[in-house]
Every structure is written in C-alpha cells, then in structure tokens.
C-alpha cells in the first residue's frame, strides 16, 4: 500500500517547483502622446507587484491601483527568454479602455522587476512607460 501511496504522489507532483517573487512599489517613467511625448517621473502608490514563475509562463499579480479602478489586475505571461540570472515574459492585453503590450523582466540574482508598456487608449492617446521595483525581503 505504501508503495502505491509513493507512485501517486511521484506521479503528480510537479519536477519543478513555482518561484514566488515580491516587489515594492514600482516607480519610473511615463510618456504619453496627449502630453506631447514629454516623459514624467510615474509610480504605482501602494502596488506591491508579486509574480510567479512556473514552467513556461509567468503569473503577474499587480495590486489594487487607480488605474485598474482599484482593482487587483492578474496577467498571465508567456515566457519569451530566461537566462541563469533573468526571466522575461511578454503580456497583451485588450479592453473597454483600449490596448496594451507589457515586457516584464525579473532579474533574479539583482532582485529588480522591470516593467515595459506600450498602450493605446482613447483617454491617454499613445503611450508608453518604463518602472522598476525591487525585490521585498
């Protein structure tokens, strides 16, 4: 019985293990069309990201913010390059407010979350901004 008891938990357990990472509050640089592309310092008050990475894909949880209406937003990435020391994931997405593209970068070994977006909205025109967060203990 107990050797049944061991295939089953063999058979089902996963060969690699999901790497959970926390971030502080992103900051960094926006630049929107409607403004005449000048870039402005940006940040995300009280959005404390946190992504997983498991196999092939990359779970990012961004935190209630303004700009989701103060709801939690969750993507789901697919992992476009991973290094030793880096994991990159690639996000797009579609809605009411318009569209996005997200690059997201997790250097590992630095603990840095960089955070690429190139948007399209009807209310901030064409835009794009850059953020960093780092790694919480």
């Known amino acids: 019985m107990r050797f049944f008891a061991m295939l089953i938990v063999i058979a089902f357990s996963s060969p690699v293990m999901a790497q959970v990472f926390r971030f502080g509050e992103p900051t960094g640089t926006a630049i929107y069309s409607l403004e005449n592309h000048k870039p402005s310092p940006d940040r995300y008050r009280g959005v404390k990201p946190v992504v997983i990475i498991d196999k092939n894909e990359m779970t990012i949880i961004w935190g209630d913010s303004a700009s989701a209406g103060g709801t939690e937003k969750v993507w789901k990435g697919s992992i476009i390059n991973r290094t030793p020391t880096t994991v990159s994931a690639i996000v797009s997405e579609t809605g009411a407010l318009g569209s996005a593209v997200m690059l997201y ?32 203990k």
Do not use: P
Not at 111 to 125: D, N, Q, T, V
């Open 105 to 136: 970068t997790i250097d590992t070994k630095r603990g840095f979350l960089y955070m690429s977006a190139h948007k399209e909205s009807e209310i901030l025109g064409s835009s794009a901004a850059s953020f960093v967060a780092v790694r919480e």
